[in-house]
């Protein structure tokens, strides 16, 4: 009989970290295990990105962390919400995705065809011409798909989305996350989807942490945290994203 292992692809035990004398993560519990899509839900300034940073090392130097316990994948991809902002003006997409692949590898290999591969994963359509074309000339949602794709040039194992849908419209919004499900189908990259946004995650998400003021103050299911949850702020938010999308009697 198979044995069931569970299979960490990151564990947090009590981490705590402060900047400049402020406790901004307090006795932070979290784990992601191979294939999950989890979501790290909160308000504005909870410290859902520090919990993304320290994940991937990238702490401002200043900060004094503290942990039982912390290990993880080598391999973590990030998109963050601007990450399309990171895209140069002056220089055509192809070529970014080209030294991003050199940046990776050390030599630029069979880099079209990564690249030609990974677009079509994220939904690009004539690849050929996307390659020749400027940041400015591709919209929004495309420039996401972009930064989606150059994340996953490196083959991670685990893909961390720090509000990613957040300025994009509705509509582009859900065109992200089923990207997004189909990137954990079909690449079987487990996720880490940041967000404020509550209802996002709904038909997404396996487990949702919810993050206030530094703390995790609820885990559950992604089913069961609608139903039921224990914490004012957790109650607060959810009967209020359940209210917005109840019709009138
Ligand atoms: N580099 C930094 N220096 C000092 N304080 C920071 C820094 N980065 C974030 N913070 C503070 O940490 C808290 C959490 O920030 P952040 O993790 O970015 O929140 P979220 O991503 O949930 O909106 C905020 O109060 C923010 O002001
Ligand atoms: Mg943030």
């Not at 000339?137 to 685990?158: C, F, H, M, T, Y």
Request: charged letters at 25%; aromatic letters at 8%.
């Amino acid at each position: 009989m198979e044995k069931n292992i569970v299979n960490l692809e990151i564990n947090i035990e009590n981490l705590n970290v402060s900047i400049d004398n402020n406790g901004l993560l307090k006795n932070i519990n979290f784990k992601i295990e191979k294939g999950e899509v989890v979501a790290l839900v909160g308000e504005s300034g909870s410290g859902k990105t520090l919990t993304a940073k320290f994940i991937l090392g990238i702490l401002p130097e200043r900060s004094v962390v503290a942990y039982d316990n912390f290990c993880k994948t080598q391999k973590i991809g990030a998109v963050f919400q601007n990450s399309f902002t990171s895209l140069n003006p002056t220089v055509k997409i192809g070529n970014q995705l080209k030294r991003l692949y050199q940046s990776h590898y050390g030599n630029y290999g069979d880099w079209t065809k990564k690249v030609v591969h990974l677009l079509e994963k994220v939904g690009i359509t004539n690849i050929d011409k996307f390659l020749k074309k400027y940041p400015h000339e591709s919209s929004g949602g495309e420039k996401q798909r972009v930064a989606i794709a150059g994340a996953l040039i490196a083959d991670p194992d685990v893909l961390i989305a720090d509000e990613v849908t957040t300025a994009l419209d509705l509509k582009t919004k859900f065109e992200v996350i089923n990207l997004f499900k189909n990137i954990r189908k079909e690449l079987g990259i487990t996720i880490l989807f940041i967000t404020h946004d509550l209802m996002s995650i709904k038909n997404f998400a396996n487990r949702v942490y919810v993050m206030y003021k530094g703390e995790i103050v609820e885990e559950n299911t992604c089913e069961k945290i609608f139903l039921e949850q224990t914490h004012p702020y957790v109650k607060r938010i959810i009967g209020f994203s359940n209210t917005l999308w109840t019709r009138d009697k």
